[in-house]
């Protein structure tokens, strides 16, 4: 089981990097249940020619994580092949975020620069653009006829029965 099939328990402490780190788990919760049980068939589904299909979606979420991942660690990371590696990758990839933002301090979090900017554009920019095509995935699968189970995010519980 993934850590994000439920939302972790809420941190301690609020501070800056705390905060971030929160959100980053909701991502993770989001994207963990948007992108749950999806089969390749319904992944390839697009509702037309030039708009993104689910697994595009999710290939793109990864490529906004990867540049808040190279925000703050000078490594890449290589965006796995096929869907469920890639899904597999990104909850991953959230995790890590997640855990490096827990416990970066004001000092660390100023010094963050996306695109020259600072700080203040990660959160209006990148992470909440994930939010939204998670949202996106959400309503392609409802399109498709292979709707997302319900969670709550509000309380950070799985789907009864899962």
């Known amino acids: 089981m993934n850590k994000y099939h439920t939302l972790p328990a809420s941190p301690e402490y609020i501070t800056a990097g705390t905060v971030i780190s929160r959100l980053l788990a909701s991502i993770g919760f989001r994207y963990y249940w948007a992108t749950d049980e999806l089969p390749e068939t319904v992944a390839a589904f697009q509702p037309e020619n030039d708009a993104r ?21 000078p490594e890449t990371v290589a965006k796995p092949e096929g869907l469920h590696p890639l899904r597999t990758g990104t909850l991953a990839l959230i ?13 660390t979090l ?12 990660l959160i209006n920019g990148p992470l909440s653009d994930v939010l939204t095509h998670i949202g996106q995935i959400a309503m392609l699968r409802r399109i498709a006829g292979f709707p997302v189970s ?4 509000f309380l950070g519980t799985p789907p009864p029965g899962k």
């Not at 319900?150 to 995010?153: I, L, R």
């Open 53 to 73: 299909s689910i697994a595009e979606n999710m290939a793109h979420i990864w490529d906004i994580l990867q540049w808040v991942h190279a925000a703050i660690h």
């Open 150 to 153: 319900n969670s709550d995010p």
């Open 95 to 107: 995790e890590t975020l997640e855990h490096s933002f827990s416990t970066m301090d004001v000092q």
């Open 110 to 121: 100023a010094e963050i620069k996306l695109l020259k900017q600072p700080f203040w554009p």
